[in-house]
């Protein structure tokens, strides 16, 4: 399509060397093919070139003092990509790997997540390249009153509302909302993940797992499948995985795996879940340890696993959830799974499937949740954070469940629908894709050339 390839190749050449954000445009791009022929006003009023164009980017200077008295320097990022349905949400992520190029991937696919809620959230994304894996409590929270310093001024609670991400969680949470309430002189919900002490949601934490196993439910359930008793395999263990692994158990499935940035755990058995929350929820640990208390499980270094593959993917399984960081699941992974007889790939984390594996799911015509469908549960909980906080009220762990449940299941069935609309009744990658863009889409036309 030589309309969507232009914008493309005006992308490249006005943001250099943003490889994830090519790629994530690229896959929303592509799908839109037949919407744009559909309906050409669209074009008319240039909402492609418009939505791949953030409203604004902010990039700041981190300045923090670490423990031995040593000034640390850092980039901080927040990308307000898109206004059209509500405040900017997105989260912060704080990792090394973080640059202009990640945080607009981020950004730019949490547009879509957001629409497909259904809930009057816009799409951001922030964070910094700072690492607080080594680092003190007293240097995170110095390194987190410095980032808020700066970002305070950016964001609101009906203007840009960020939560937490990979490296950001509870604890950051608390340092930043702290340093906010100070600088802001005002007490609102400007950020979601909070404790439950001072504004937090109940299942918050466990919205992104939880939701991404509900997704797979309602493609299962579709073609009259299941996951009680099925070998599910999962890659991370951080609060994303941790929760699939929590809510695979509640439906009766038996998840074997689990990762983390130094090797993978295979139990055969079944992944031990309270070892692994006291293993990386308390202690902070190495996957490693988690082998000293159960013996006969088996870990694998990272140095061992197949090269230039994923082992978490080696191992034959019913469904596979990918639950750690982007592009973790490569086109060899993807045939892997499919020769091991994996019908069913729901996806917790931000577009952790490469686009050649993508293809190759769409054309083995599996049960295929992309990310923005199937991980969407985290930022919808977060809105109904929101909806607590401007009310002032709390809701119990069951009303929240039972909310997140609909909210994917509305997520699928707009999808699906969407899909079979275009004639690709299988294909929920163009399914979510439209859906999203074309919520957003009208909203931008309604509200005019902003």
């Given at each position: ?92 992520r704080f990792h090394p790997s ?90 609102e919900g400007v950020l979601t ?241 439209i859906a999203g863009f074309r ?12």
């Amino acid at each position: 399509m030589p309309y969507v390839k232009e914008v493309f190749d005006y992308l490249k050449r006005t943001s250099p060397s943003q490889t994830e954000f090519y790629q994530a445009a690229e896959e929303v791009l592509e799908s839109l093919r037949p919407l744009m022929e559909k309906y050409p006003k669209y074009r008319e009023h240039k909402i492609i070139e418009r939505i791949v164009e953030p409203e604004r980017q902010i990039l700041f200077r981190v300045n923090w003092v670490d423990d031995k008295g040593e000034i640390q320097v850092n980039k901080g990022f927040r990308i307000e990509f898109n206004s059209a349905l509500g405040p900017y949400k997105g989260g912060l992520r704080f990792h090394p790997s973080v640059n202009a190029g990640v945080i607009k991937f981020l950004g730019f696919e949490q547009i879509f997540k957001n629409a497909l809620t259904g809930l009057q959230i816009g799409g951001g994304k922030g964070g910094s390249d700072f690492d607080p894996k080594g680092r003190s409590n007293r240097e995170i929270m110095r390194f987190c009153q410095a980032f808020m310093s700066e970002l305070f001024r950016h964001i609101g609670a009906t203007t840009d509302v960020p939560a937490g991400d990979i490296g950001v969680g509870g604890r950051e949470i608390g340092y930043m909302f702290g340093m906010y309430k100070k600088l802001a002189n005002s007490y609102e919900g400007v950020l979601t993940g909070k404790s439950l002490n001072w504004g937090g949601s109940l299942a918050r934490t466990e919205a992104t797992g939880y939701g991404a196993v509900y997704f797979a439910k309602y493609m299962l359930e579709d073609r009259n499948e299941t996951l009680e008793g099925k070998t599910c395999v999962v890659s991370g263990s951080g609060n994303v995985a941790i929760y699939t692994i929590e809510k695979l158990y509640h439906l009766g499935a038996l998840p074997v795996t689990c990762s983390d940035s130094s090797g993978m755990i295979y139990d055969a058995e079944g992944i031990d879940l309270q070892l692994l929350k006291d293993l990386k929820e308390v202690q902070r640990a190495r996957l490693s340890e988690y082998i000293k208390h159960r013996p006969n499980a088996k870990y694998t270094p990272i140095e061992e696993y197949p090269a230039g593959r994923n082992a978490v993917w080696s191992v034959p399984c019913f469904a596979a959830f990918p639950s750690a960081t982007q592009n973790e699941l490569n086109i060899e992974d993807a045939r892997e799974l499919l020769k091991n007889g994996c019908v069913c790939v729901s996806e917790g984390a931000n577009m952790p499937s490469t686009l050649e594996a993508v293809h190759a799911f769409i054309d083995a015509k599996i049960c295929y949740g992309p990310g923005k469908a199937a991980n969407a549960g985290g930022v919808a909980t977060s809105q109904l954070e929101m909806a607590q906080n401007a009310s002032m009220v709390s809701w119990t762990f069951e009303e929240v469940d039972a909310k997140l449940a609909q909210i994917m299941k509305n997520i699928y069935v707009n999808a699906s629908q969407t899909a079979a609309e275009f004639g690709q009744p299988t294909n929920l990658v163009l399914g979510a894709n439209i859906a999203g863009f074309r919520k957003v889409a009208d909203a931008m036309i309604e509200q005019g050339l902003v």
